[in-house]
């Protein structure tokens, strides 16, 4: 706990204007969808792959196996006006609130679908809870068609707790953005876990989760701060998590600096690696991870805080070696 604070001190000896760019953690509600332009498919041969596939860099066929196995085959659709939404696979693990997912969206009529319209009258998102998530979309060659391949994390209710059933929505942009139809989504199972005890971080009583796909950590309560306007914001418990596979490959979310070495450290706070100080990690084997910060709304009373890295591509959780909370290793179980 103390090696921790030390290095938690330094780091913020550095930060500079770190808490203007905390703004960036303020809870926010599902979703976010992006458009991945010039992706045109065949519409067929579609399957759990490609879902995956959209969210990740690698095509790792034993990692990816697990992830298939665990998708739900769907097939429930609804029509409103010209348009019919299909829901075709989805993969939803309530233990470490993660929810994958396919859509497609076709025109019954034949006529093309403009992009741009799409986007701006229709979202897809969960009903109920607060959490983060993105969307990737493939069209048909013809335009009369395209899938979405959604993914959202953090995904709990508004007392921070995950639920048993979601519901998928689709609503519309209009008035109060009603639903216009929704699918149910199950748990389909749990992905392979590893845990690390993280309790000594405050407001942190359950251990952290690493998937294949990243890492979460809950917090009970989260930390508050004042920006330079006076507005309250999240402030972060930590800068920087390293994740260290056996073969050297070091996945890390937050302070993405290009070359260091990752100190290891005995329990009496001595640095056993020290003759490895001159060498490095080098550059090319640190995989930058995209943050994703999610919680309850202070001004509802809600004060829990959902934290996540997501990896570039799915890892094996047995090939760990070690992971760093601001280069103090962490026990891995």
């Not at 809870?27 to 332009?37: E, K």
């Not at 969210?55 to 659709?77: P, R, V």
């Not at 070091?250 to 100190?263: A, K, L, Q, Y």
């Amino acid at each position: 706990m103390k090696l921790l604070d030390e290095a938690v001190h330094k780091a913020r000896q550095h930060r500079q204007k770190a808490k203007v760019q905390a703004a960036a953690v303020i809870a926010v509600f599902l979703t976010v969808a992006l458009s991945l332009n010039g992706i045109c498919y065949a519409q067929t041969g579609k399957n759990a792959w490609e879902m995956f596939h959209a969210f990740f860099d690698n095509s790792n066929q034993g990692e990816m196996t697990e992830f298939m196995e665990k998708a739900k085959e769907s097939g429930e659709s609804f029509t409103y006006k010209n348009l019919r939404f299909t829901l075709e696979q989805y993969l939803y693990d309530k233990e470490n609130s993660e929810l994958f997912y396919t859509v497609l969206v076709e025109s019954t009529d034949g006529t093309s679908l403009n992009e741009e319209q799409m986007f701006d009258d229709y979202s897809i998102s969960v009903e109920s809870g607060k959490g983060m998530g993105n969307a990737y979309t493939e069209w048909s060659e013809d335009r009369t068609s395209y899938r979405e391949y959604g993914v959202m994390k953090s995904n709990y209710d508004k007392s921070g707790k995950p639920m048993d059933m979601n519901k998928l929505q689709v609503c519309i942009y209009e008035g109060d953005c009603p639903a216009i139809g929704s699918f149910d989504i199950e748990t389909t199972g749990r992905m392979k876990t590893r845990y690390m005890d993280v309790s000594f971080l405050e407001g942190c009583s359950e251990k952290a989760k690493i998937t294949g796909t990243g890492v979460k950590i809950f917090f009970e309560k989260g930390w508050f701060d004042r920006n330079l306007d006076g507005e309250e914001i999240k402030n972060r418990p930590f800068e920087r998590l390293d994740v260290v596979m056996k073969d050297g490959t070091v996945f890390r979310g937050g302070n993405h600096r290009g070359r260091d070495v990752i100190p290891v450290y005995n329990g009496k706070g001595e640095l056993l690696n020290a003759e490895e100080i001159q060498g490095a990690t080098k550059a090319e084997d640190i995989r930058e991870c995209f943050e994703e910060w999610s919680g309850g709304d202070p001004r509802d009373g809600e004060y829990w805080l959902s934290y996540h890295i997501n990896f570039p591509e799915i890892i094996n959780v047995d090939n760990i070696d070690a992971v760093y909370l601001n280069n103090v290793k962490i026990p891995l179980e």
